[in-house]
């Protein structure tokens, strides 16, 4: 068919194909860009972490990121050896050698806090085996101010803290996780959601009092890295590390919690069941009208009708 109608359709056709060919190149799913940017997955996964790659959500609940992101990162110096190196990560043996510093001494300034990890696994023997980022050490050894930390005794007051068994891996690990699932975050009930994921679902309910807001909170909450199959014992280790522990830490992310629910509950309250409408009154006999009749009644008149 010719006239307006045909040119109209062709243009709408045109743009409409114009407009998906744009999205695809706009946007790569995170497999395609670590190919890209070429890393491996583990790589690519902890720069995301990191927030040195930005992702976005994707319409099936994953991430996506964008083509503009990609070159952006191509076009930074020394690429792609210079993203590689901003996630590398050693472990103890090879975190002491980088710092020049006995394993001893590095597991004392991990366990006391100022070398923060930033992944963990379980090894062969269900121990927990802590990776820290090796850019992150070198600057720690080459600042002044961490000479005192590096060479001779330890002060005394970092000693008896030692000695009482103090560990701050797992709680600066969960702090740096935690900061992960807030940049993920797109919501106000998906940020809520981030901090309710390093509690546990009591302290969680010790807070959110409300059974609606709990279980729309609940559909937010993230689950920890994934450590093995579900049930497995490295499972039951990431949920573990995951959830906080010290009774300090566990009221400061109540408080958050409270104030971050709150927010989201004014942003958009949390789904309710509809309410019912209320049924039709029952239906009461008018001053003067006769009662209705029983069966007992009519059973008695038809006796006597018939007698």
Known sequence: MSGPHAITHDTTTAVTAERATAHGDTWVTTGRAARELGVKRT????????????????DGGGRRVGRAEIERLRAGPGFPESLRRSVKTVGTTEGAALMEVTKARFIRLARLGPLVPVTFYPNRYRAVVWLYLAEELRLFAADDRNAPLLTGRTPEGLRSRLDAGIDLRPRNWRARHLGFLLRQADSPWARAGAVASLLDPLHVSQVVKDPYDRS?????????????????????LAKELTTAQDADEIAWLQADLTRLTEEAREHRPAP??????????HRTSRAGEPARRTSRGLLGRWRRRNR
């Open 216 to 236: 729309h909170l609940h559909g937010f909450r993230r689950p920890p890295p994934s450590q093995g199959a579900p049930g497995s014992p490295a499972a039951h």
């Open 43 to 58: 790589e690519f996964d902890l720069a995301v972490h990191l927030g040195r790659i930005r992702t976005a959500p994707d």
């Open 272 to 281: 309710r069941p509809a309410a019912h409408p209320p049924g039709p009154a």
